[in-house]
């Protein structure tokens, strides 16, 4: 990874809020795929009258590439730092500090250099995180939905409010998927088929009633790799799938999303309600008669689970999705 100093010493300047003439560093990758790339920088700054400073602090570098039906992706998360949204957030929901960003419209890639943390992420989550993750949520898109901030109209780059069901729609027209759940040779349980089957035939209902819930801001990605518990708080990273969605979209990643899995019922019973409690200190949601979280879990996982086991040869990958699905199965009818 090239790093250029003079580009360095602009975001420790942002990052200390003094004058850093130089800096020494070294770089390991934190994540990473084809089109970005996450790195760990670390090293020490020096100030204008010899101080010394050691820092950590994170680049990530964002290549273009094409997300199907949201083109405007790769770029999202440039124009989000650059708008006014960090304003919205509050010391206990956030996104990470950001101190210097830059774009090469050239090139389509962009830079941004951002806050370090050190928190609780993943999988080691607890119940109680995921709970309280979930009210932060509410409570912050139900701030936004009431006060209605200039910034939420001044976005221009922001995934339509379509992209859920359309990726739905997505997997059901391959019939490899289709077909296959409704096949002699499908190895899936019957329960499990006909949970997938009865969603494809109540998809018109179902999505009627979606649709009669609040548009809100949704982070699209709202899993638990890209949340980070500290000091009591949540913080919220990779806002590149973000935009207008449906109340409860998020909620749905939160619980079914690659999360713990074994826990997956009773973080279900929790969050919801936590999620619902957030949302209604600002917003009445006394009209809202189904939440549909259960519909949109299984609208965004369900093919995606079975893709994913008809598709892997590694058993334990198989185990995984057939287990993901058993507790989806397990969630219907359950109150909180």
Known sequence: MNIKLETLTIALSQRFKTDIISANFQSKPLQGGTVGN????????ETTDGEKLPYRIVLKNQKKWDRYGDPGSWRREYDLYASDLGETFSDAFRWLTCYHAEINAEENE????????????????TGDMYEQAA???GRYQGKLYIEQPAVLQSLTNLSPADLMMNKYLRYRSWSVLYDYIRSEDCELPQHVRQMLIDID??????????EKLPLVLCHRDFWVANLIYTDGKIVLIDWDTSGWGYLGEDIASLIADEADIDSMVENYQRCVPAYYKGFSEYADISPIADHCV???ILLIFGYRLVNGYHHTEDESEKTMHLHTLQKIYEMKGQSY
């Open 135 to 137: 009210r932060e949520l």
């Open 110 to 125: 962009f830079q941004l250099w951002l806050e370090y943390i050190d928190g609780v992420t993943g999988l080691d989550l």
């Open 38 to 45: 996450v790195y760990l920088v670390t090293g020490t700054a």
């Open 201 to 210: 035939e109540r998809t018109d209902e179902i999505l009627k009633r979606i």
């Open 294 to 296: 259960y519909e949109l």
